[in-house]
Each structure stands twice: as C-alpha cells, then as structure tokens.
C-alpha cells in the first residue's frame, strides 16, 4: 500500500511564496508519477503540477512561470514552489501518486491517480 503524506501550506500574502512537499512510501519512488492537485469546496478538483517518473515536470497554464514541481527520487519527495501567489490560488492542496504505466501515454495532469495524501490548506490573503 503506498502512503503520501503532504506537509507545508499556510497562509500568506498575495504576491509571498509557500512551499508544499509530499512525502511517498510503500512503492519504488522511482517508479510513480506524481502530481499536485487543488480543489475549493465544492469545486472541481483541478490539475496544478505532476512529474512523471523520472522526474520530468508538466505544469497546468494557471500555474506555469510561478509554480514549480521538483521529483526527488532520492529521497522520495515531491516538492512545490509556489512563488507569486494570488487569492485564486487558494485551495486545499493534494498530492497524488500512481504506478507509471497510469502515465506512460498521458501527462501527469491527466493520468488515474491511485494514491492521495489528507490535503494540506493553502490561503492567499490580498
């Protein structure tokens, strides 16, 4: 069974900076993809970021140029540097992983995720 567990978040300021990383156990790292997902009450749960398994990054169009995805295969983590964030960025942040062949022939955006992490609270203040 593969655990992910997703740290960081809080509040900030629009235009600040907040980290997330997830941490993934349970499965050879190196074989996941992974991805970042946020979702508003009541919303669609929206594609943010993914890596596939050796670490190469996709970033959704709302996100790309302030966003960054970094897959350390060596330490098992996903990170997310979210730099110049605005309130619409605020959302309960998931992580996800799934077995490679989920992505093989898909973007990390869109492939079928098996795993989720609890969610960790992201809010822009303006």
């Known amino acids: 069974q593969v655990h992910v567990a997703e740290s960081g978040g809080g509040s900030v300021q629009a235009g600040g900076s907040l980290r997330l990383t997830c941490a993934a156990s349970?499965?050879?790292?190196?074989?996941?993809?992974m991805g970042w997902f946020r979702q508003l009450p009541g919303k669609e749960r929206e594609a943010v970021a993914g890596?596939?398994?050796?670490?190469?990054?996709t970033y959704a169009d709302s996100v790309k140029g302030r966003f960054s995805v970094f897959k350390d295969n060596g330490r098992n983590t996903l990170s997310l540097q979210m730099n110049n964030l605005n309130p619409e960025d605020t959302a309960m942040y998931f992580c996800a992983a799934t077995p490679r062949g989920y992505c093989l022939t898909t973007s990390p955006l869109r492939a079928e995720y098996n795993y989720w992490g609890q969610g960790a609270q992201v809010t822009v203040v303006s």
């Open positions: 349970g499965y050879t790292y190196s074989s996941l993809c």
């Open positions: 890596a596939d398994s050796d670490g190469t990054p």
